[in-house]
């Protein structure tokens, strides 16, 4: 082992050490674990030794008795003129700051419409109440846990100075936004204790026929830590943050009314996590079962309750978890009205009963509760046993969490069908929208509209419950897996009030949101291959142990290319492409669920599969790393790198080229 991998394992366990000591006002348990505050809580499903006390039963805590904190906003320190000289820091700023040329066309500057805007924000220790009276020590973007949501406009350049003031290396990654290099998090580009780095975060979209292409422009992103052997500490301690774009396309929705107000709008950022009886986090780090925690935690607090008017709501789904994939789906039935997956929205709104996540995967989804009853509550379907891959192989479309393979299963039944060209699957020219110029914002310059097309396929889809008919009743919130099946869990308790609301948004199935360009197998120039093998303990792709400082893949700038990921391991990968958006072409050779066939920057590659994407390189240069988004197995080292280049740079297809074709 180096000695920076060994440096890394000392900082892990001093993090454990630290996370050990309680704080001032912490809940301590007795040796028979019950709760200093009281006993009589409701207990969850986790992974410890049976007869002993979990999740909240340690603590006596009653679900869904503590309010739901909605992350805060990061304001800007100044628009326009820089106010700390860019760049002056220890790690630099990229140098694409200073220079807006399309690395492929390099006569093009690339999209630009605003003023910059100049933030600042510091990585630090803090305590979080995962718990009502239990402090927990725990790092936080700004203190916080979540961090600060940031929110940015497409054409408005940003510059985020970001301090760390840890005592461990950090390197944050802006997962779903089109980036340069030095901005893009790679496992390598630290930011040491005491140091900051600024990272530029262009806010813009690639170049099309010398046009804006804003089929790419971004809506649901996040931000983490990356930092190569400590992500899955950093990330289980509280490094992440929202980071939300609008667009004139998306404003106009809004202005519209289609899509819910900016109050409306929520970000739900899920995790799991498991407390030592202390009060401190109980993370392992490098261990193969991963880290499954039985505590169930939205926006920094377990299993809350959030008060909600008879209307839509817009929710931004994170799944943050280190391992744990879920399958999220509401206990009544209800429908969730899907208007994007990862980064981006759809051509057209789909209606789902479940969404199925892994980690890192993001749905933005809109619920009704105009006319549904007082309680409702948002769940887990999904039951996983180990950390490296969930029970069975799930995919959105089946409905259920199972193997989308299987007879009778959605994907596979109605892959072909006629409407999912109408939602942007397989090739077809037709995307079943039709645009006319509505009302910008900002300068005031038109921006992309949409005339409302027809209602689309109104036709529901059913799938067995997991849940009582009924929901839950107040005595019954204890979420006992062997009554409801499947591990249901209730993460998040909606609680429905007042009368119905005039002013409610009006999106529905099958509404016009964003056009979709679709790519095609004809437009790629290269086809590559990645196949992930265990060896050794960790992964290998395509024979080769992961070198931070080498690349086999350049992809010229300007050009689609064809990727085909393999996993040669019983493992799921969720394989992170940064660097903007791919499509999914097949999963095992045939077309994908319509929910995953629009743009994606994560898909799992379940054991024994094989995923082919499609991918566009432009505006920025490399070098990205293609990364595993599972952030506890970071160790394994199931990445690669890959440098595209501009034409007459040094390009060339590099060794990894056609690999196993």
């Known amino acids: ?25 912490a809940v301590s348990a007795d040796s028979k674990g019950r709760s200093g505050k009281g006993a009589g809580g409701y207990a969850l499903s986790g992974g410890r030794k049976g007869g002993e006390k979990k999740g909240v039963d340690v603590f006596g805590y009653r679900p869904f008795t503590q309010k739901c904190l909605i992350p805060p906003v990061l304001r800007p320190k100044a628009a326009g003129q820089d106010p700390y000289r860019v760049g002056s820091v220890y790690h630099g700023v990229a140098p694409e700051y200073r220079d807006r040329r399309c690395a492929e066309a390099p006569e093009t500057n690339w999209y630009e419409k605003f003023q910059p805007a100049y933030y600042e924000l510091r990585a630090k220790k803090s305590v979080n109440e995962y718990l ?7 790092y936080g973007y700004g203190g916080s846990v979540p961090g600060p949501t940031i929110r940015t406009v497409v054409g408005q350049p940003c510059v985020l100075r970001l301090w760390n003031d840890l005592d461990l290396e950090m390197a944050c990654h802006f997962h779903g936004l089109h980036l340069p290099s030095h901005a893009a998090g790679a496992p390598n580009h630290y930011v040491l204790p005491g ?6 975060l262009p806010c813009t979209v690639p170049m099309l026929g010398g046009r804006p292409d804003y089929s790419e422009s971004p809506s649901t ?32 929705l809004v202005q519209r009314n289609v899509l819910p107000a900016a109050k409306y709008d929520i970000p739900l950022c899920l995790q799991d996590r498991c407390l030592n009886p202390d009060g401190s986090l109980n993370y392992k780090a490098q261990q193969d079962e991963g880290n499954l925690g039985d505590l169930y935690v939205v926006n920094g607090r377990v299993q809350p309750v959030l008060s909600v008017q008879r209307r839509k709501y817009r929710f931004r789904l994170l799944n943050a978890c280190n391992t744990r994939y879920l399958s999220l789906k509401l206990h009544n039935g209800m429908k969730l009205i899907r208007l994007g997956k990862d980064a981006w929205l759809y051509n057209n709104a789909v209606e789902e009963d479940c969404v199925v996540l892994c980690p890192g995967e993001r749905a933005d989804v809109v619920i009704d509760f105009s ?3 007082q309680e409702v509550y948002l769940c887990n379907v999904l039951s996983q046993s180990y950390g490296c891959r969930p029970d069975g192989k799930p995919r959105c479309g089946d409905g259920y969490g199972g193997d989308c393979d299987k007879d009778g299963g959605d994907r596979d039944k109605d892959c072909e069908r006629d409407d999912d060209k109408h939602y942007g699957s397989g090739y077809g020219s037709g995307i079943g929208t039709r645009y006319s110029s509505g009302s910008g914002y900002g300068s005031g310059r038109s921006g992309y509209g949409y005339q409302k097309s027809g209602k689309g396929d109104e036709r529901g889809r059913s799938y067995p419950a997991a849940v009582p008919k009924g929901g839950y009743r107040p005595d019954e919130e204890k ?6 099946g499947r591990g249901c869990i209730p993460w998040l308790k909606f609680v429905v009030e007042g009368s119905k609301q005039k002013d ?25 291959y990645f196949d992930i093998e265990s060896a050794g303990g960790g992964y290998q792709v395509n024979r080769r142990q992961y070198d931070a400082k080498s690349c086999q893949e350049s992809p010229k700038m300007g050009t689609v290319e064809r990727w085909v990921y393999r996993n040669r391991t019983s493992d799921a990968c969720p394989i992170h492409i940064p660097d903007g958006s791919y499509q999914i072409c097949r999963v095992n050779g045939k077309v994908p669920y319509r929910t995953d066939a629009c743009k994606s920057d994560v898909t799992t590659v379940y054991g024994g599969e094989e995923v082919e994407i499609l991918k566009h390189f432009r505006t920025f240069a490399g070098p990205y790393t293609a990364h595993c988004s599972s952030v506890d197995y970071d160790y394994r080292r199931g990445m690669h790198n890959y440098e595209p280049k501009a034409a007459g740079s040094g390009y060339g297809y590099g060794s990894g080229a056609g690999y196993g074709g």
């Open 371 to 373: 006319d549904c009853e």
């Open 132 to 138: 009502p009276g239990v402090k927990t020590p725990v």
């Open 479 to 484: 979420c006992d897996d062997d009554k409801y």
């Open 1 to 25: 082992m180096s000695g920076s991998v060994s440096r890394r394992l000392l900082l892990q366990r001093a993090a454990g050490a630290v996370a050990a000591v309680t704080t001032a006002g």
């Open 504 to 528: 409610c948004a009006t999106v529905k199935h099958g509404d016009c949101l964003r056009p979709h360009r679709i790519l095609k197998p004809t437009d790629c120039e290269t086809t590559r």
């Open 221 to 252: 992103s996040w931000y983490h830590d990356r930092a190569m052997g400590v992500s899955g500490t950093n990330n289980y301690y509280g490094l992440s943050g929202f980071c939300l774009s609008m667009d004139e396309t998306e404003y106009d």
């Open 195 to 200: 140091r900051a780095r600024d990272y530029f």
